[in-house]
């Protein structure tokens, strides 16, 4: 099944690449790995602001970092031109705005790895690093980077 076909099946369209609002590139190719930029979570086209442990639940937060993964996905369109290129998602790094006593950051970022690994197969299945972090541009709640290896 392609790609394409998979992601229909989940319901899910691919949004365009977001405009970068600072000094950067919204992803970089050097040779076959693609690096994207950091993609704050997004709930009605606007930054999705909270933290974690401060009247955001964790289960919320893990829909926050599945909207991240689609937009992810979105970009990584934009810089290979197709998804069944991808040969591997290779890492994520995850940061979750988030107070001092949460601990579930790990969990949040699931919500992301976790529809990688749906959409992507065996191919989604990645390293990664989740952190917590006292405040995210924008105020948003999640933050993920990625690396993905393409053919």
């Known amino acids: 099944m392609s790609i394409y076909d998979k992601l229909s099946q989940l319901g899910i369209t691919l949004p365009p690449v977001s405009v970068p ?3 950067y590139l919204p992803f ?3 040779g076959n790995l693609v690096f994207l930029s950091g993609h704050v979570a997004k709930k009605g086209g606007k930054p999705w602001v909270g933290q974690l442990g401060a009247g ?8 926050a970092a599945r909207a991240v993964a689609i937009d992810m996905m979105g970009t990584l369109h934009a810089a ?5 290129k991808v040969t591997r998602i290779v890492k ?5 705005n988030s107070t001092a006593s949460f601990t ?4 949040v970022t699931n919500g992301a790895s976790e529809l990688l690994a ?3 197969g065996d191919k989604g299945a990645h390293a990664r690093s989740a952190f917590g972090v006292s405040q995210i541009p924008l105020g948003a709640c999640v933050e993920i980077d990625m690396i993905a290896e393409v053919a």
């Open 28 to 30: 970089v190719r050097s």
């Open 80 to 84: 290979v031109g197709d998804l069944n």
């Open 56 to 63: 955001m639940e964790t289960a919320e937060g893990r829909l």
């Open 92 to 96: 994520l790094m995850s940061l979750i």
């Open 118 to 120: 749906e959409v992507f």
């Open 104 to 107: 579930e950051q790990h969990l």
């Open 21 to 23: 609002v600072a000094a």
